[in-house]
């Protein structure tokens, strides 16, 4: 994600809001934790390892972030829309790095597959090594990618009434370039897609909430959000989506949901404050709260949830 500026004032009247409001777990110990949680935090710390480098698009970091992401998509037996889930993206070249990046997509087969479908990203890029330091970006957004994973073997399970495209993209840090790619050469008709539900940092728990950004454009999707957040064990805020807001604090043009955004194409983002890590090489797994992080995977997946079930309903914004 990049972000313009930080408003700590801001932030700080929202953590105490969220401080009175909100039922954040405490943190557990590892031993202690359940083995969903377990094996959230595990995957985590695989896609978040020093091994892979920062995953920097067009690295061999990124190819072993493919590569793992992909491993899991067939483990769970997810299925690629094509003949396989790596997809091609052109890379702007810069030194050091290649031109050829990818994004991963795959399909979860809905019981009406013909109709709408949604699509939920995350973004598997993030900055690469920097002076010898790792940038693994357990936040930013292993975290989103690990939510998609988990959310996606419970669809495969308990199929939705609708096509769920998952959309794991490169090149976010570099200008978006991977979402960019997707919406511009989409493996369903652009008109088919209904939502874009976009996940990048959701895990954490710096601000003590999770946001929920996008209603504003399309107000038919908050009573939808809201019904997801009223058993969440994280607190949930809305906003973040409006043009009075100062630069930076409008997230709309933020992450990947913008691609969607600018074809017209309902979104809702999910993230986190900027935290002290943000874009540092501190982004690392071991920073995460695993409470509140299985807490926004469980809220995602309910959302998910919710707005299948009404994904009809839901109608484009006027640009
Ligand atoms: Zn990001």
Redesign the pocket.
């Known amino acids: ?2 972000r313009l500026f930080i408003h700590r004032v801001c932030a700080f009247a929202i953590a105490i809001l969220a401080a009175c409001n909100a039922t954040v777990a405490p943190a557990q110990s590892t031993a202690m934790l359940d083995a969903t949680t377990a094996r959230i935090m595990q995957r985590l710390g695989a896609l978040a390892a020093d091994s892979m480098e920062g995953r920097r698009a067009g690295t061999p970091g990124s190819v072993r972030a493919r590569a793992y992401l992909v491993a899991e998509l067939t483990a769970m037996g997810a299925k690629p829309i094509g003949a396989r889930f790596v997809v091609p993206v052109t890379l702007r070249a810069r030194p050091g790095s290649d031109t050829a990046g990818a994004n991963i997509v795959a399909r979860i087969p809905g019981k009406s597959p013909s109709g709408p479908v949604m699509v939920l990203s995350a ?1 598997y890029d ?1 900055l690469g090594v920097r002076n010898g330091e790792v940038f693994n ?1 357990a936040d ?2 292993a975290s ?1 990618c690990v939510a998609l994973l988990t959310i996606a073997e419970r669809l495969l399970r308990e199929p939705p009434e609708h096509d769920v495209i998952l959309a794991f993209f490169d090149a ?2 570099s200008g978006m370039v991977g979402s960019k790619a997707f919406v511009n050469a989409p493996p369903v008709p652009l008109d088919r897609i209904a939502l874009n539900i976009n996940l ?2 959701v895990a954490r728990q710096d601000g003590k909430a999770l946001w929920v950004s996008g209603t504003s454009h399309s107000p038919a999707l908050k009573p939808i959000a809201q019904e997801a957040a009223t058993n969440a064990a994280v607190a949930i805020r809305f906003g973040h989506d409006t043009k009075d807001l100062k630069p930076g604090d409008d997230w709309t043009g933020s ?1 990947d949901h913008s691609a969607f955004h600018n074809k017209g194409i309902p979104f809702l983002y999910l993230g986190v404050e900027d935290h002290d890590d943000y874009h540092k090489a501190g982004d690392d797994a071991a920073k995460v709260d695993p409470a509140f992080y299985r807490g926004t995977v469980e809220f995602a997946y309910a959302l998910v949830r919710s707005a299948d079930t009404k994904l009809a309903s839901v109608t484009r914004p006027k640009l």
């Open positions: 994600m990049r973004h993030h970006g930013d957004d989103g976010e840090e990048d940092m992450s």
